[in-house]
């Protein structure tokens, strides 16, 4: 048999009565073009375009393969080369493409589509698209002649109707031949290569995604206001000391431990530190541990095996095995029952987990840095929270001071948040009136930044001029009143520090620990200097 003597009435027999139709003997389905082109809209949307190309790739493939099977079986050719020639004409015969005369997907030239039905389909579900679509012809290609030439062969597409170009053109190497080249094609070739491709593509993409984000944030940020180049605003002394320790840590693999109140940027701190650690190019995933029903934290953070509870319907790995290569952020950790801190204490200290319901343990990957606003040393002392994972997590403490302890950090944070506020909602706003800015400066922001950043949205929705006037501020913050002045002209150091601890103290609502902890001295500082007013006046 010559490739010329081929016959499509030959190949194909269609039998009415036990409604079957075979070509080359082979079971087939006769399917609507479009509706093929719907199925491949799905596959795009429900998947994303990667995924969808390797399904159809490796299904192309399976058809390719199959086909060159069936016309070795079928029918008996002159030479290999006939049986091999002979892919192009069949997948012709059955409508996928129109091969250009003179076309052989392994000679340099390559091979020219006049027409795909692909390319056709995607462009009529999906537009045109940004690379070659025709995925499940380079599959069948690849399969018809790695099955006839009886070793790897992959076909790949340069130029497609898909995209704009006016033929489709496609060749066949070997992964010799292909080298370099054929590496970002590969997975979506391989055997497992949607499993492969899949989890490896969407987080990739995922992360990429996030990063680009933060990116053209801290560049919007850069071009708008001096700040850190990693986008987080830190004008005074407190919160750059903040940031440079921050960078430091993230060089170590220790636990870091944030803590600060709510709203501070602990958060933002620790991602700070893995993006600067070398796990950058890893996930970073944080859990609010005060978040999650208390049933559900074991199996979140360590995972668990099919059948370890009801709906445990198999097996799923824990946030601490996601990690792999990354980070983990648990925030509010002193919101963990203690039945769990035992748990995270074990796995911190043997860096291993073990998942609900297994009894094997699994190693850890994952740099885990911790954060809470509750003063964890009462919880100690209260017996909610255990002393050994205190002090294991405390190792390295990174304490993000509040909003009126770095009040220089106001008004710069205060633009920028105005900023990024007017642009989500399209306004165009020249920034704050000065009786304004004053004004944010007096307030204490218990909220800290988050609160600062409500107060400056809402302000950008009710601005009505191009400024932001003291009216448009929330009620609390234009009741504020001006801080107790730091200095006085003519006091004494002694009664400048006296001033600054007694006013510290009152803030705290007498709360030594807290307020020592604010004023960075130690408490033993603090009782001393106490003791020695006393002393003084009779009275603190
Ligand atoms: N220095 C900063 N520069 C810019 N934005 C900041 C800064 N600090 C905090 N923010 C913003 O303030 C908000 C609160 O920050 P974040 O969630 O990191 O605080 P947190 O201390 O982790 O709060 P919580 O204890 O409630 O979890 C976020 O929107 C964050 O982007």
Same mark, same amino acid.
């Given at each position: 048999?010559?490739?010329?003597?081929?016959?499509?009435?030959?190949? $194909?027999?269609?039998?009415? =009565?036990?409604? =079957?139709?075979?070509?080359?003997?082979?079971?087939?389905?006769?399917?609507?073009?479009?509706?093929?082109?719907?199925?491949?809209?799905?596959?795009?949307?429900?998947?994303g @375009?990667s995924a969808?190309?390797?399904? @159809?790739?490796?299904?192309?493939?399976?058809?390719?393969?199959?086909?060159?099977?069936?016309?070795?079986? =079928?029918?008996?050719?002159?030479?290999?080369?006939?049986?091999?020639?002979?892919?192009?004409?069949?997948?012709?015969?059955?409508?996928?493409?129109?091969?250009?005369?003179?076309?052989?997907?392994?000679?340099?030239?390559?091979?020219?589509?006049?027409?795909?039905?692909?390319?056709?389909?995607?462009?009529?579900?999906?537009?045109?698209?940004?690379?070659?679509?025709?995925?499940? $012809?380079?599959?069948?290609?690849?399969?018809?002649? %790695?099955?006839?030439?009886?070793?790897?062969?992959?076909?790949? /597409?340069?130029?497609?109707?898909?995209?704009?170009?006016?033929?489709?053109?496609?060749?066949?190497?070997?992964?010799?031949?292909?080298?370099?080249?054929?590496?970002?094609?590969?997975p979506?070739?391989?055997?497992?290569?949607?499993e492969a491709v899949l989890p490896a593509l969407s987080g990739s993409l995922k992360r990429t995604e996030r990063k680009l984000r933060e990116k053209?944030r801290a560049?919007?940020?850069?071009?708008? #206001?001096?700040?850190?180049?990693s986008g987080?605003?830190?004008?005074?002394? %407190?919160?750059?000391?903040? @940031?440079?320790?921050a960078?430091?840590m993230a060089k170590v693999e220790s636990t870091v431990?944030l803590?600060?109140? %709510?709203?501070?940027?602990k958060e933002r701190v620790a991602r700070l530190i893995h993006e600067v650690s070398a796990r950058a190019a890893g996930p970073f995933l944080a859990l609010n541990c005060?978040a999650i029903?208390?049933?559900?934290l &074991?199996s979140e953070l360590f995972g668990h095996?099919?059948?370890?509870?009801?709906?445990?319907? *198999?097996d799923r790995p824990g946030l601490f095995e996601a990690a792999h290569g990354g980070t983990l952020f648990l925030d509010e950790v002193?919101?963990?029952?203690?039945?769990?801190?035992?748990?995270l $204490?074990?796995a911190l200290?043997?860096r291993q987990v073990?998942r609900?319901? &297994?009894?094997?343990?699994r190693p850890i990957e994952a740099r885990i840095l911790a954060a809470?606003?509750? &003063?964890? #040393? /009462?919880?100690?002392?209260?017996?909610?929270?255990?002393?050994?994972?205190?002090?294991?997590?405390?190792?390295?403490?990174?304490?993000?001071?509040?909003?009126?302890?770095?009040?220089?950090?106001?008004?710069?944070?205060?633009?920028?948040?105005?900023?990024?506020?007017?642009?989500?909602?399209?306004? %165009?706003?020249?920034?704050?009136? #000065?009786?304004?800015?004053?004004?944010?400066?007096?307030?204490?922001?218990?909220?800290?930044?988050? /609160?600062?950043?409500?107060?400056?949205?809402?302000?950008?929705?009710?601005?009505?001029?191009?400024?932001?006037?003291?009216?448009?501020?929330?009620?609390?913050?234009?009741?504020?009143?001006?801080?107790?002045?730091?200095?006085?002209?003519? *006091?004494?150091?002694?009664?400048?520090?006296?001033?600054?601890?007694?006013?510290?103290?009152?803030?705290?609502?007498?709360?030594? #620990?807290? !307020?020592?902890? *604010?004023?960075?001295?130690?408490?033993? !500082?603090?009782?001393?200097?106490?003791?020695?007013?006393?002393?003084?006046?009779?009275?603190?």
């Amino acid at each position: 048999m010559r490739v010329e003597d081929l016959d499509i009435r030959e190949l $194909l027999e269609v039998d009415a =009565e036990r409604g =079957e139709v075979r070509f080359a003997g082979r079971k087939v389905l006769i399917l609507d073009a479009v509706a093929m082109g719907l199925l491949r809209k799905q596959l795009v949307d429900t998947f994303g @375009l990667s995924a969808a190309r390797a399904v @159809l790739t490796r299904f192309g493939f399976v058809h390719g393969w199959r086909m060159a099977e069936a016309m070795h079986a =079928e029918l008996t050719w002159d030479s290999e080369e006939a049986w091999r020639n002979a892919g192009g004409v069949i997948h012709m015969l059955q409508g996928h493409l129109r091969l250009a005369p003179e076309s052989d997907p392994l000679s340099p030239r390559g091979a020219t589509l006049e027409s795909s039905y692909e390319a056709e389909q995607h462009l009529l579900h999906l537009g045109q698209a940004e690379a070659p679509v025709c995925w499940t $012809l380079c599959g069948i290609g690849s399969g018809y002649l %790695s099955r006839t030439l009886g070793q790897e062969v992959f076909v790949l /597409e340069d130029r497609c109707q898909g995209q704009g170009d006016a033929a489709c053109h496609v060749r066949g190497q070997t992964r010799l031949e292909w080298g370099e080249a054929l590496g970002p094609h590969l997975p979506f070739f391989q055997e497992g290569g949607i499993e492969a491709v899949l989890p490896a593509l969407s987080g990739s993409l995922k992360r990429t995604e996030r990063k680009l984000r933060e990116k053209q944030r801290a560049l919007a940020r850069l071009a708008r #206001a001096p700040g850190d180049p990693s986008g987080l605003i830190a004008r005074g002394p %407190s919160m750059r000391r903040v @940031l440079d320790l921050a960078r430091r840590m993230a060089k170590v693999e220790s636990t870091v431990f944030l803590t600060g109140e %709510s709203g501070v940027g602990k958060e933002r701190v620790a991602r700070l530190i893995h993006e600067v650690s070398a796990r950058a190019a890893g996930p970073f995933l944080a859990l609010n541990c005060g978040a999650i029903p208390e049933t559900l934290l &074991e199996s979140e953070l360590f995972g668990h095996v099919r059948g370890a509870f009801t709906g445990a319907v *198999q097996d799923r790995p824990g946030l601490f095995e996601a990690a792999h290569g990354g980070t983990l952020f648990l925030d509010e950790v002193g919101e963990l029952p203690l039945g769990v801190q035992a748990k995270l $204490l074990r796995a911190l200290q043997e860096r291993q987990v073990r998942r609900v319901g &297994e009894n094997r343990t699994r190693p850890i990957e994952a740099r885990i840095l911790a954060a809470t606003n509750r &003063e964890l #040393a /009462e919880e100690v002392a209260a017996g909610r929270f255990r002393k050994d994972l205190y002090y294991r997590l405390r190792v390295i403490e990174l304490r993000v001071p509040p909003l009126r302890e770095r009040r220089e950090d106001i008004l710069p944070l205060a633009r920028e948040l105005l900023a990024e506020a007017a642009q989500r909602m399209r306004r %165009s706003l020249a920034g704050l009136t #000065a009786p304004a800015a004053d004004q944010l400066v007096r307030h204490d922001w218990p909220g800290n930044v988050r /609160e600062l950043a409500n107060a400056m949205e809402r302000a950008a929705a009710l601005a009505q001029g191009r400024r932001v006037e003291l009216e448009d501020l929330p009620e609390d913050v234009r009741q504020a009143q001006a801080p107790p002045p730091a200095s006085g002209e003519g *006091q004494t150091l002694e009664a400048i520090e006296k001033a600054a601890i007694l006013a510290a103290l009152e803030r705290n609502a007498g709360h030594q #620990a807290r !307020t020592a902890a *604010q004023l960075g001295i130690g408490v033993t !500082t603090l009782y001393r200097k106490l003791k020695q007013y006393k002393r003084r006046t009779g009275r603190p």
